[in-house]
Nanobody, 124 residues
Framework: QVQLVESGGGLVQAGGSLRLACAAS????????MGWFRQAPGKERELVAA????????YYADSVKGRFTISRDNAKNTMYLQMNSLKPEDTAVYFC?????????????????WGQGTQVTVSS
């Protein structure tokens, strides 16, 4: 089992940047595929980006392609989400999640463990 803690959220103006981090407990972080999800008020939780165990394969939602970058440092048990050119529609609670899988997953149901989330607010 892995415990996940997100950090790095906050309030930023449109066009600004934030870097989210997801710190994982335990020695098995490198055995999990990881993902970043977000949930805006009144909307369903959606996948933003995903990364394979090794970090070699990544996936991005169309809405964030070219603006967000997912990465991981298995030596530090940490995953990151660099968010640039932020828009008001990026406002949401951002969650990191872990899937017991080699390959990355784009389906929410495939993820076994979740963090508590961090709020990102982008003002116009």
């Amino acid at each position: 089992q892995v415990q996940l803690v997100e950090s790095g959220g906050g309030l930023v103006q449109a066009g600004g940047s934030l870097r989210l981090a997801c710190a994982a407990s335990g020695p098995t972080f490198s055995t999990y595929a990881m993902g970043w999800f977000r949930q805006a008020p009144g909307k369903e939780r959606e996948l933003v980006a995903a990364i394979s165990r090794s970090g070699r394969n990544t996936y991005y939602a169309d809405s964030v392609k070219g603006r967000f970058t997912i990465s991981r440092d298995n030596a530090k048990n940490t995953m990151y989400l660099q968010m640039n050119s932020l828009k008001p529609e990026d406002t949401a609670v951002y969650f990191c999640a872990a899937a017991s899988s080699i390959m990355l997953h784009t389906t929410l149901a495939k993820y076994d463990f979740w963090g508590q989330g961090t709020q990102v607010t982008v003002s116009s």
